[in-house]
């Protein structure tokens, strides 16, 4: 069985898991903001036997001993009760649900896209920007700082309007774009002193990549901004955007597959520029971004790629572990992936 972590309303999971039921393989979707107010978790190790479950009020609904793979797509936060009024005790109850969840997501030696270590560590920008530069994958100059004399300085080594800065994060609530250093974020800039931001030289393009890995798979597509784009941030107007499917050359798709193995990703959405004197300049990886946009509009089988390496990879594990299941029972399962 194939475990997907996330919502039911994510579309990106119900589009793999629409992939599965076409080759009818097994999965189990798991919320886990319902986990610990409707769903229950029971571990209980004796000796070298261990057993783990997942419960509703119908029943065993999951056991951990079946999952073979795993997709880290869109993991919640558990949500205690709201009779748990005090919230010094709801900061607690939160707390030990989230520590006994993360501590089996950790135990369960299975192929994972992506494993939650190597998802959190692959998030972090600047191990994204120093594991890419050791790859010797050309970079953006780039500063990340805190201290407005020091961002200052950086812009102003630079000619007007040849500046960004960026964040780190972006949610729904507080959700940033990439912007052109002008005058009033140079008024504004005493405000770097409350949190590090991100400063980067502006890097013209002919157009923007969303390259999705998968295994060794790379689906790269151009993306190329609509009349009303802002030239430092094509998501600002990505519903007008044309997108295709495009090639990249050997060695710069050997690169970031190596990216991908270094940081120990299965499955990142790659965010890259193409300059007009033919380079490819790395922006970020996101281990758990978005494909299905492309998907609908170049027509490259993403979900399919991914529900493919998900399969492949719980059958590899079946095989290996076979010691306890004969391996003609475990063959006359293996759905045909295409």
């Known amino acids: 069985m194939i475990l997907i972590i996330s919502t039911p309303d994510d579309p990106h999971a119900v589009a793999v898991q629409r992939e599965l039921d076409q080759i ?24 070298d036997k261990r057993l783990v479950t997942f419960a509703d009020k119908n029943g065993i609904i999951l056991n951990a001993q079946e999952i073979t793979a795993a997709w880290w797509r869109r993991p919640q936060h558990c949500v205690v009760a709201d009779t748990i009024k005090k919230e010094s005790y709801r900061n607690f109850a939160r707390n030990e649900a989230e520590e006994a969840i993360a501590g089996l997501w950790y135990s369960l030696d299975i192929p994972w896209v992506n494993h939650p270590k190597s998802d959190d560590m ?30 200052k300085k950086f812009i102003e080594a630079r000619l007007p309007g040849q500046t960004i800065c960026k964040a780190f994060s972006a949610t729904i609530d507080q959700w940033r774009e990439t912007r052109i250093i002008g ?35 790379l689906f790269p597509a151009a993306i190329y901004p609509g009349e009303k784009a802002y030239a430092a941030d094509v ?19 050997d690169q970031l597959l190596a990216l991908q193995r270094k940081m120990g990703l299965n499955y990142g959405a790659i965010d890259v520029r193409l300059t007009p004197d033919g380079e490819y300049v790395f922006l970020e990886v996101n281990p758990a971004g978005q494909w299905l946009f492309i ?14 390496f998900l399969v492949k990879e ?3 594990y079946r095989l290996k572990n076979a010691s306890k299941e004969p391996v003609d029972t475990i063959l006359e399962e293996m759905p045909l992936t295409g």
């Open 24 to 47: 009818d393989y097994p999965y189990f979707l798991l919320d886990s903001s319902r986990f610990p107010q409707s769903i229950s978790l029971t571990i209980i190790q004796d000796g």
């Open 122 to 151: 692959a998030h972090r920008k600047v191990n994204q920007l120093n594991t890419a530069r050791t790859l010797g994958i050309r970079l953006p100059v780039t500063c990340i700082t805190n201290d407005p004399h020091e961002a």
């Open 183 to 217: 005058e009033m974020e140079m008024a504004a800039l005493e405000n770097v002193c409350f949190a590090p931001v991100i400063f980067q030289e502006y890097v013209e393009a002919v157009y923007d990549l969303r390259i999705t890995a998968i295994g060794n798979q």
């Open 235 to 253: 998501r600002m107007d990505i519903g007008n955007a044309r997108m295709e499917a495009v090639e990249l050359p050997q060695k710069f798709g």
């Open 295 to 308: 998907e609908e509009r170049t027509k490259q089988p993403i979900a399919r790629a991914l529900a493919d």
């Open 314 to 316: 719980a059958i590899a």
